[in-house]
């Protein structure tokens, strides 16, 4: 019974993120009306409005780190704290995320100038790859977690010129060099954001 209602939680968390960025504004879907699958560019103007997207990965790479820290205190906090756990986490990142606060930090970087944030799917579909990380991560041993984690990070980092590791290190101190590599790629301004 309290699986039921951990996971019934789970995806109110959705909810929760659906209902309180609609209610602050933010659209439910790309201005352009179109959904999408997959956006592969970081600087198009379909990112972080569609379903998935690089930072999808990041979203993905934080429901496993969620198990990788809770891990050593689970035999204390069992399935259900460390799932609790990783509700909050989600859900309370998607929500701060859209504070105006954070999408000013987000803003004063150059790789995110102009960035409004995220529509309201691709918000609640993010909550939802940080889910899956979760799971496939309560699977994995520790070893393969860990390898998994750096893997998908650096397999961001390196095709799309950012990851859950190079957002942090741009809200927490940026590096001129990093925002040389990775406007090398960038098609143009116009058309970003």
Known sequence: MLVKAL?????????????????WGQPLVSASGEIRIWVGSIWSTE????????????????GMLVVA????FRRWIGYAGLLSFAVVVGVAWEIIEHTEWVLSKFRATT???????DT???AVCDYVFMLGGFF???????????????????TSALIARDSLTL??????????AIDTWQAEINPGDHGRW
């Open 111 to 117: 790789i995110y100038q102009g960035y409004v944030g």
């Open 69 to 72: 820290i809770g891990r050593p």
């Open 167 to 176: 957002t942090t290190l741009h809200l927490v101190y940026p590096i001129e």
């Open 7 to 23: 996971h019934l939680s789970a995806a109110l968390g959705a909810l929760l993120i659906g209902v309180t960025l609609a209610a």
């Open 136 to 154: 496939l991560a309560l699977r994995l041993p520790t070893l393969w977690l860990v390898c998994a984690i750096v893997a998908i990070d650096l």
């Open 47 to 62: 990112n972080s409005q569609q379903i998935a997207d690089w930072y999808s990965l990041s979203h993905f790479v934080q």
């Open 120 to 122: 309201v799917l691709n």
